[in-house]
């Protein structure tokens, strides 16, 4: 039962950026590195955390943040292997509660080159095992680890999160940040939001959803957090070839998602792979509720929104304050 007015203005924290570059990067220590998927999945994701206390970006990081990561070694024209960035998945307060320790959900990146795949740079086929997430993954409790950042603007929580309900959407690792958003408003040192807070998570298969079990707990123990999951390849009904995608989910639970979509202080996170914005807008259109999330260009999507493209939308829509998107 919200206590404060909506607020349809949305006012971020200023938050810190770049405090530490590539060219002088910090040194953190792992503190933990364990699975996080739910059970046995062949994307093998791994929740890392680094302690980053002594070093700028303690204290300094904000959820929704990305921290940046430079594996050892060369790359293949024998330069310094380049920095990758990492979404920040614990709360403000990390997992410490005093800013020094943050973690991150990483997936191995473990493919093959297939030279008739455009942008496969082998000739030939062969195993690609990605440099950094593997890296990662591999390192034990109290390795070292160069760490760069904090970065990002925009994918943050309000300023006055009281006055404003949360509709997150995630697809695969993108599941990243709302771990540290759904454990700072449920969890944080300010007490539980009595705001409404749902989590739509999208992944292969239900052994690969990250944090499930942390995210059913929290489920269960707060009435105002609604945890929802579409699993792409596992039909839900016999004879279904496939499963569903996140943007079905907001079909499904449209009594309750509707009125609170069209609420004009909710705010409205994607994050996961790229496309998958397309579909929520489609969607949203679809149902009448796009508004206050995207804007349309006038001429660009104009029609049905069922026949828009992901092309008409890319260049006639544009996320309101409301929307925030994080997408790869
Ligand atoms: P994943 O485990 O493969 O899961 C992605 C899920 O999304 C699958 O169920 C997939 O279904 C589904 N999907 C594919 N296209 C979709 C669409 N258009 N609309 C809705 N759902 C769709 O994901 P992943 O390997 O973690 O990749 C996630 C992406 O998020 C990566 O590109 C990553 O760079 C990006 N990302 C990560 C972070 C982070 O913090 N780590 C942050 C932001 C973004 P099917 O495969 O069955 O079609």
Redesign the pocket.
Known sequence: MPTEPESTVVTLPEAANKLITPRAPATGRIVRNESCTFGKSN?WVRDVAVDVSGTELAGKFRVGQ?FGVIPPGTDENGKPHKVRL??I?SPDSGEDGHGNVMS??V?RTIDEFDPDIAGHRRAHRGMFMGVCSNYLCDLEIGDEVLVTGPAGKRFLLPVDTERHDYVFVA????I??YRGMVMQLLNGPAGPTRRDVWLLA???YTS?LIYHELFLEFDREFENFHYLQ????EPRTPGAK?GI???ALLVEELDRLGPLLEGPGTLLYL??????Q??IYRRLATLGLLDGYAAPKSGVCDGSPAEWTNVQMRRGLRATPRCMI???
Do not use: L, N, Q
């Not at 697809?171 to 993108?174: A, I, L, M, Q, S």
């Not at 994050?271 to 998958?276: F, I």
């Open positions: 994307a990305a990492y979404s998945a991150t959900p997936k697809t695969g690792t993108g990243a940040p999208g992944a292969p690969d579409a699993i792409s390849r496939r995608y996140v943007d994050c996961g792979v790229a496309g998958m397309f579909g994080e997408v790869y």
